[in-house]
């Protein structure tokens, strides 16, 4: 099972550092680690991407203390978990996207009345429960910290130029596996596609009637 100690046991090995016991061994490998994690690293690493493990859905209610003399009529407060937005949408199953609306500070504003938002949340039961990481994007995460170290153990500009072309490689294949995850989406059918559908349909309506008066 994933979990931080894992995380720096597999930064160490990508480095050529020797694993360690616990997350209280005092070394400067697990120093260095702590002071990347510390500075944010899970929501940073949630952010790079719209990873479904860590989606959340909410209905969002306006906000009855905020009114606007002019523009959007509606504020909703951002979810204190939010790492990274998905979707807005006005209807629960998420077919129709708001796309009239803006961001200020720390809400959303639009004349859109409910709003359903689905997000990367970092919350302790979505992206931050590390035992939902799946295994690619582990991988990913200790490339990452695996570089973000690397030169304050006096590891060559080969090497972190290497641990860069890793990182981002297996960034790319977490993503793509995600993407794989979810239902398959069609886009939306083209302007000629959709007039020869219906000249299709007239001329069937057309037949049909024919045959009725005949």
């Known amino acids: 099972m994933t979990d931080r100690l894992s995380l ?18 005092d070394r400067l ?5 702590d002071d ?6 899970v929501d940073y690493v949630l ?13 969002m209610i306006p906000e009855t ?15 204190v978990d939010h790492v990274r937005t998905v979707a807005l949408c006005s ?39 590390l035992s939902l990481w799946p295994a690619d994007f582990v991988e990913y995460v200790e490339a990452y910290l ?3 170290i690397c030169k304050k153990l006096n590891q060559s500009n080969e090497d972190k130029q290497a641990l860069f072309s890793l990182m981002n490689r297996l960034c790319n294949a977490a993503k793509s596996s995600d993407a794989m995850e979810g239902p398959t989406v069609f886009p939306p059918a083209g302007r000629l596609t959709r007039a020869r559908h219906g000249s299709d349909a ?13």
Do not use: C
Not at 29 to 33: A, M, N, Q
């Open 8 to 25: 720096y046991n597999g930064a160490l090995e990508i480095v050529g550092e020797r694993s360690i016991a616990s997350l209280s061994e």
């Open 47 to 59: 952010g790079v991407g719209q990873w479904k493990f860590a989606q959340r859905s909410v209905e």
């Open 91 to 129: 209807d629960e199953y998420f077919k129709v996207s708001v796309l009239d609306y803006s961001k200020e500070q720390n809400y959303i504003f639009t004349d859109t009345d409910p709003l359903f938002m689905r997000y990367v949340s970092n919350h302790v039961d979505f992206g931050n429960d």
């Open 29 to 33: 490998p697990r120093r260095l680690l």
């Open 202 to 214: 007239g001329r069937q309506d057309r037949g049909s009637r024919t045959q009725l008066i005949g």
């Open 146 to 148: 695996a570089f973000k």
């Open 36 to 41: 990347v994690w510390n500075r944010g690293v």
């Open 65 to 79: 203390g905020i009114t606007s003399e002019f523009g959007y009529q509606n504020a909703y407060e951002m979810p």
